[in-house]
């Protein structure tokens, strides 16, 4: 995957112009018109599990820019349903792709879900407000996107004979723990983030049914790169801090976490869009490799070790209501076979080559932090009922 934010290249289609097209507008929702029909008449090269035409809802996001490509690859027709909040840069130049085509809408709108849904074999529901600095300005909005819409995402894809949904959820449901967490361990979130992801788990998992299968992904924390990079990523974060700044600053650093590349997150995602019905249908499954579990004192480590010269300063010590949490992730591995294939190492240096060969220019810009954009407009979000409406780019 290459780091390219200003304009990520794929090996499908030819570049867009950075536009979307005047697509029809209906119920709110905006969708590249011709391209719709195209996409879905098109649909799958490769039908698997008779799934030909995936949804992708938050699709424009750091993973679902990262997954669109690799189900385009894969002969998937995709369709992304997003309000674009953090800009379309993770997927403008897949416009022009005969299989692909965007509906921007705000989850929040049945009849945009609804339009987006339309002709889709399976849903694959990344779209929310994700992180818990972002997710704690407003309760009342998080709720809504995060939870409530999740509701409608699920009845809509269930209502219209979707085969299959898979949710993404975080390893952040098991909250502060000092052991080795398994899918079958008590749920402890310790944010309003968490807690929707947990509330939101139940919801998806309840519509479980012999034509309906939902798969609950608990994802690690993401790193690496992105066609929409995330720089309010931990890892992200403290990379682009040493090399742009020469310094990072560990609160605590012994909390553990486990983290995953998020190339692999969205290889997990396709595993379960192959997998036999059976082994996935109403399952929860940690994403991630054991080995990936690391406290963020060691991370700093292999910063230090990536960064020559890197000062690492070390504060306070971890709060008892941080999170903390060690995960298994022993089923996937022998249930789906999957393991993740990027390593930590690799993931660090991908950035810090992005960050020193100036690929991204400045990490600290406001669309690289959900806390940063949510911030400036979170008073339009909360007034509007369509988020693309007022977010603009
Ligand atoms: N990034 C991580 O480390 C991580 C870890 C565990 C789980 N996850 C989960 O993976 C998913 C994707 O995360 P990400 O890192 O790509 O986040 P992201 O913020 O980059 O992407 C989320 C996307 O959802 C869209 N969205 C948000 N609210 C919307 C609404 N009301 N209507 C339409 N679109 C809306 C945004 O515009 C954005 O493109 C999320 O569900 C997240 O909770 C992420």
């Not at 119920?27 to 391209?35: D, F, L, T, V």
């Not at 993404?168 to 749920?187: F, H, M, N, R």
């Not at 012994?254 to 109403?282: K, M, N, S, T």
Request: net charge neutral.
């Amino acid at each position: 995957m290459d780091w390219n934010p200003e304009n990520g290249s794929h090996p499908n289609g030819s570049k867009g112009n950075g536009s979307h097209p005047d697509g029809a507008k209906s119920n709110g929702a905006k969708s590249n018109g011709s391209k719709a029909n195209g996409a879905r008449r098109n649909g799958s090269r490769r039908p698997r599990q008779g799934i030909r035409h995936v949804l992708v809802i938050g699709g424009a996001g750091y993973v679902g820019s990262v997954l669109v490509r690799k189900l385009l690859d894969r002969g998937y027709g995709v369709t992304v349903m997003d309000a674009l909040m953090y800009g379309d840069h993770g997927i403008r130049d897949l416009h022009g792709h005969p299989r692909f085509e965007v509906v921007e809408g705000d989850l929040r709108s049945v009849e945009s879900v609804v339009r987006a849904t339309l002709g889709a074999d399976a849903v694959v529901h990344l779209g929310a407000l994700v992180g818990d600095p972002a997710c704690a300005l407003d309760e009342k909005l998080t709720m809504e996107i995060n939870l409530g819409a999740t509701r409608t995402v699920v009845e809509v894809a269930r209502g219209l004979a979707v085969k299959r949904l898979v949710f993404a959820s975080t390893c952040g449901v098991y909250g502060a723990d000092d052991g080795l967490l398994s899918e079958e361990s008590p749920l402890n979130p310790v944010s309003l983030y968490s807690r929707t992801k947990m509330e939101s788990e139940r919801v998806v998992l309840a519509m479980s049914g012999p034509e309906f299968l939902p798969v609950v992904l608990r994802f690690g924390t993401f790193y690496g790169a992105s066609p929409r990079p995330r720089f309010d990523l931990v890892v992200n974060l403290l990379v682009a801090r040493a090399v742009a700044e020469g310094e990072i600053t560990i609160f605590g650093g012994d909390q553990w976490r486990p983290f995953v590349h998020v190339d692999d997150g969205a290889e997990a995602i396709i595993r379960c869009l192959d997998a036999p019905p059976d082994l996935v249908r109403g399952r929860v499954f940690n994403v991630g490799s054991d080995d990936q579990n690391h406290t963020l004192g060691q991370i700093a480590n292999h910063i230090a070790e990536l960064v020559p010269g890197v000062r690492v300063l070390y504060e306070g010590g971890r709060g008892a209501a941080e999170a903390n949490y060690r995960v298994s992730f022993a089923r996937i591995r022998t249930q789906l076979g999957f393991v993740p294939h990027r390593s930590l190492a690799e993931g660090l240096t991908e950035i810090r080559d992005a960050i020193e060969q100036g690929a991204v220019a400045d990490y600290a810009e406001e669309r690289y932090s959900n806390y940063k954009v949510l911030t400036r407009k979170g008073d339009m979000l909360r007034r509007s009922d369509s988020l693309s409406a007022s977010v603009g780019r």
